[in-house]
């Protein structure tokens, strides 16, 4: 499904985040939204989940204003995975991402094989079926974090939606998870996460928005948007950019280093 985002302005406490944010999103693509601590990354993601509406401008999904779908309609099209992944009810992990199954359902009625097949699968790709009788209080941040992208996944969603979906990730994790990632949308799924790891997002990521001040100040390829000239004007620090032997796409890396004046002594206890 096609994701447009059409001059899109949202204001809180009468200070304006988003700017008249534009852009098209194909179906079965994966873009990462980048741009430094403040930019509007998080609320930009909000208000394309329909978690937020915009102060002015629309989200059309397919040509259909989301603000006009009912809850569980958009459920069905958009899955969101927040930043916050604090969970306080004691339920097994399998129940939260049982959870996805909800807008196929009405009140009280039973679970059927297609759910569970969802859920059996979402868990499985994330790497959490070994989990699913574990209380989710009782999870790290991390294999928290891919409970909440299951239960997403669960959701059989035709736009994912992730805020920072690696940042409490190990590197295999944070490797597995966008791979995963990569691979839906090459499956029919439109999926948009808000990365910080630059590098990463460049060697996954189809298409890459820059964000600064809630304006999008470069959208393309990762060759086309991880500039030295786009990252100093964003970030306000100089970095040194090269190419991954790999994939031959930007790996960003800092063009100083700090240097000690003198070597540091270590005086480690005796055991």
Known sequence: MMLEICDLHYAYDRKEILKGITMSIPEASFLGIIGPNGAGKSTLLKNMSGYLKPSMGRVLLDGVDISKMDIKKRARHIGYVPQNTAIDFDFTCEDVVKMGRMPYHTWFQKETEDDFKAVEYAMRITNTWHMKDRLITHLSGGERQRVLIA?????????????????????????????????????????????????????????????????????????????????????????????????????????????????????????
């Not at 992730?162 to 995963?180: T, V």
């Not at 959208?219 to 032997?245: H, L, Q």
């Not at 004046?261 to 005796?270: I, Y």
């Open 151 to 271: 239960r997403a996944i669960c959701q059989q969603p035709k736009v994912l939606l992730l805020d920072e979906p690696i940042s409490h990730l190990d590197i295999k994790y944070q490797y597995e998870i966008m791979n995963m990632l990569l691979d839906l949308s090459y499956n029919g799924i439109t999926v948009i996460a808000v990365l910080h790891d630059l590098s990463i997002a460049s060697q996954f990521c189809q298409k890459l928005a820059l964000i600064l001040d809630g304006n999008i100040i470069a959208f393309g390829n990762a060759k086309e948007v991880i500039t030295v000239e786009n990252i100093r004007r964003a970030y306000e620090t100089d970095v040194v950019i090269i190419r991954s032997p790999i994939s031959g796409m930007p790996v960003v890396l800092p063009s100083q280093m700090y240097k000690p004046q003198k070597e540091a002594t270590w005086n480690c206890p005796k055991g």
